[in-house]
């Protein structure tokens, strides 16, 4: 049990550390521009060549969790950041930046998948999907004040990456202590095409396709339809925004005992319900309170869903499919990250109220889904 303890907490350090890296450029987008004199369009580039190298990572994750096994595996996606943030803290060009950051997101693509397979392979008592989400969270909320910290005191950009490259020392060497978590073997494992060819796991994956789309259009554009349709200033809104992230990144640090007492699937059915509630009061309030109680709902509601969703499918899959199946979680991640952003932000051109009314049919898929297991799969698919 101790031991189990141990690499839970491990894991969730360096989900923690990997959040800093991964979220520590969103800040310095302008900073970025100015500095190497790029046009929009181009500056552009920098999150989709992150989520590129993610997505890589994850294509590959199968053939290389195999031969490396998770332990050193996990470290090799350190000694990644370590070298991306060596490149980002030398780069004097562009390009050399852009390697930089692909090599971020090949690291956090590696990480994340590999920490995540450790977890979901500890015993279901240690397996806190919610809390290794909030985690990543708290990474988020904390890099803003030492970004911020950063540019206030006109220090280059760069020179924050001095702390991740100290930050994935810290993490290999606490790697190297962790005991060995054995992969099953795989003579029995399905490959991922047929994995993923499995009803349950491509429903329930394209559920977490649709709110990972979600969540990003939410944290994406909430600030600029408050300033559109709110006329709240711009100087305001970051304050409404860090208390999105608080109560959001709250819901996930208690989500796992929650969904302990009401179960995944009654939890995926109910939450997303309230959620349709918040995104009503939002896009059909007239006032700052209104803005303030629907973005309230909608951070508290949408928290869990995920670590709802990757829980139930993990711990409804036989034991030598996790690690195929957490692969193709990432992948699904990945690519709704990736589309439905871009999708988002088209129809965000023709009316920004389209950001809430979108997400509107994605959690009626998630309700309909989550009753459909719930009241009608009585068979359980042998996967």
């Keep these: 049990m101790k031991n189990n303890l141990k690499t839970m907490l491990i894991v969730f350090l360096g989900v923690f550390f990997t959040s800093l890296m991964t979220n520590t450029l969103s ?24 989520y590129c190298g993610s997505f890589i990572i994850c294509l590959i994750s199968a053939k290389l969790m195999d031969k490396s096994g998770l332990k050193k595996g996990t470290i090799f996606g350190a000694i990644l950041a370590i070298i991306a943030s060596i490149v980002i803290l030398a780069s004097k060009s562009y390009t050399i930046l852009l390697i930089g950051y692909f090599f971020t997101g090949l690291a956090s693509g590696m990480i994340t ?22 985690c990543y969270g708290i990474g988020g909320i904390l890099i803003l004040p ?7 005191n006109a220090i280059p950009f760069n020179f924050t990456y001095i702390i991740h490259i100290i930050t994935m020392i810290i993490f290999i060497i606490l790697v190297l202590k962790m005991d060995n978590i054995n992969i099953p073997h795989k003579d029995n494992r399905e490959s991922i095409i047929s994995v993923v060819k499995n009803p349950f796991v491509l429903f329930t994956s394209i559920a977490i396709f ?7 259009s939410t944290t994406n554009w909430t600030g600029t339809f408050l300033e559109s349709h709110y006329h709240i200033s711009k100087a305001d809104v ?29 939890f995926l059915m109910i939450s997303p319900i309230i959620t349709l509630l918040g995104i009503f009061i939002l896009i059909t309030g007239k006032n700052s309170f209104q803005a303030l109680v629907g973005i309230a709902i909608i951070g508290m509601t ?31 991640n990945c690519t709704g990250a990736t589309v439905l952003t871009y999708a988002v932000g088209f129809a965000v051109s023709i009316n920004i109220s389209y ?5 509107v049919f994605f959690y009626l898929y998630i309700i309909m889904l989550a009753i459909k297991l719930l009241f009608f799969n009585k068979k359980r698919y042998d996967i």
């Design 238 to 266: 970051p304050n409404i925004l860090m208390g999105f992230w608080i109560l959001f990144t709250f819901g996930r640090a208690v989500g796992d005992i929650l969904l302990e007492k009401i179960g995944q699937l009654k």
């Design 210 to 216: 649709l709110y990972v789309g979600s969540e990003l």
């Design 146 to 152: 030492i970004d911020r910290l950063i540019l206030e």
């Design 302 to 332: 949408i928290s869990i869903i995920y670590p709802a969703l990757q829980s139930y499918i993990v711990q409804n899959v036989k034991k030598e499919n996790i690690p195929p199946v957490t692969i193709i979680i990432s992948l699904f």
């Design 27 to 50: 800040p310095f987008i302008t900073t970025i521009k100015s500095t190497y004199n790029m046009s929009s369009s181009v500056i552009a580039m920098l999150p989709s060549v992150v």
């Design 113 to 134: 998948v590999y920490v995540s397979t450790i977890l979901s392979l500890l015993p279901k008592k240690y397996q806190k999907f919610s809390l290794f989400n909030a």
């Design 355 to 359: 950001v809430y009314l979108i997400q």
